[in-house]
């Protein structure tokens, strides 16, 4: 089978790579983009406290809510495709940083969204923000493959997608402090003059988090527009594949985007419905605020599981890997399902641990072999995170209709077929 395309200090056999494109290089350029994982993890999790706390600002039921979801990972259809071309025509390099003014834009649009107290305008903002992260995915990616070793990717891959692990762990606890806090000690008072308030204070609690963010993301911007990279977008055609047609083509590529779909579905589906299913009285019964630090455990889990991932699959082989979580997850979810108390509380924050190594392996065995495809592949992997747009909507639904635990029953046809695809799915053709 045909590698993964590598830079030239990857393929060269002889001194012919200059040292700015070396392993030094690489692993320089590796560290630098752990920065860029840590942060859209972490802006991503904050959906799943904005999640509960727009809901209560608005009075939302279940299926409104998820619109927050969808906007944001709606964004990734419309975006990835374009952005697969961008990144092509401008290189990985300048794509991160044009990805990290456009999430820093979004993120200052939470000021006016906040002020107006308008929903729409938060769903704007939110689809901004997306669309410089869906940019950032594109290029970081498929970036973070080629710089090494082919039959290292997933595990290289993996590494990086532990330190976006750490922020979607850290991100929870962080939201419970400046956004969910503020809002459970205002909601003591009941009158209709300080209800308003009340809801005022809770939209402006998202102030300060967001404008934070939107300056690390435009100091990170300039960071990456002074920093010397390695260049690899013009040595796609090393591979000895995928000369002639397209990226679709290629079977695995696109049962690998079917698998991106549903397990970013799946994942968002979850880890959205976390605050309100730990706050049910026949789980845990948890305010929010409390719930919110407990949603940590899921993200730290997936944490954990890439760090341990990174380092067992440089042996083990990524499909086997994948289906033997995707199948761990789906008895978790059965638990989560059919009991109570705390079993069903942690076997649903378990499932995180599980969950670590999906995408980033997902991801690798996909775009395995695509040649100077690599940047269109990319692009269609990323579409298909619309799967956290779609899949968390028809479980706000389900959630409405039959309850919020049973709805859970959703992601388990999900990590079915990821099951299927690493088993057998993933093999090119």
């Known amino acids: 089978m045909a590698s993964i395309p590598q830079t030239k200090a990857a393929a060269a056999s002889s001194g012919a790579a200059t040292t700015a494109s070396g392993p030094t290089s690489f692993r320089f350029a590796l560290v630098a983009l752990t920065s860029l994982f840590f942060m859209w993890g972490f802006i991503t999790c904050l959906n799943d406290i904005l999640v509960p706390h727009l809901r209560n600002v608005f009075s939302l039921n279940y299926t409104q809510s998820m619109l927050i979801q ?49 929903y729409p305008l938060f769903l704007g903002a939110l689809f901004v923000l ?53 809002a459970a000690a205002a909601t003591a008072t009941m009158t209709p003059e300080q209800i308003d308030a009340v809801k005022a204070a809770e939209a402006a609690a998202v102030k300060l988090p967001y404008m934070g963010l939107a300056a690390a993301l435009l100091a990170l911007a300039a960071l990456f527009a002074a920093l010397r990279l390695p260049e690899v977008d013009d040595l796609e055609d090393l591979s000895p594949i995928a000369d002639t047609g397209s990226a679709w083509s290629h079977r695995h590529l ?17 880890g959205s419905f976390l605050v309100n299913f730990l706050g049910e009285s026949s789980i845990a019964g948890m305010p929010e ?8 455990y899921f993200w730290g889990g997936a944490m954990i599981g890439r760090f341990i991932g990174s380092a067992a699959m440089r042996t083990i082989p990524g499909g086997k890997a994948l289906a033997f ?22 076997a649903v924050l378990a499932i ?5 190594i999906m995408f980033p392996t997902i991801f690798s065995l996909a775009l395995h072999g695509l040649g100077r495809h690599t940047s269109q592949g990319s692009g269609i992997l990323c579409l298909a995170i619309v799967g956290g747009a779609i899949l968390p909507l028809a479980q706000g639904a389900l959630a409405d209709t039959f309850g919020i635990q049973h709805a859970f029953l959703m992601p388990v046809i999900c990590y079915l077929y990821i099951a299927y695809y690493g088993a057998k799915g993933s093999r090119p053709a």
Request: glycine share 10%.
């Open 254 to 270: 696109v049962l690998g985007a079917v698998a991106i779909f549903l397990y970013v579905g799946a994942e968002v589906s979850i």
């Open 70 to 118: 969808f906007c944001f990972f709606g964004a990734y259809f419309l975006v990835s495709l374009p952005a697969g071309a961008i990144v092509k025509r401008i290189r990985y390099k300048w794509g991160i940083v044009a990805g990290l003014v456009v999430a820093a834009i979004g993120c200052g649009l939470f000021v006016p969204a906040a002020s107006e107290r308008s």
């Open 289 to 296: 605020a409390e719930a919110a630090h407990y949603v940590a």
């Open 325 to 346: 979580n995707a199948l761990a997850a789906t008895a978790l979810l059965l638990v989560t399902v059919f009991t109570s108390g705390s079993l069903a509380m942690w």
């Open 130 to 182: 997306a669309s410089g992260i869906t940019l950032l995915q594109v290029a970081a990616n498929p970036y973070v493959t080629v710089l090494g070793p082919p039959d290292t990717a997933a595990s290289r891959l993996t590494l990086t997608q532990a330190f976006n692990s750490l922020g979607t762990t850290v991100a929870p606890m962080f939201g419970a402090f400046l956004i969910l806090g503020g």
């Open 352 to 356: 995180g641990l599980f969950n670590s």
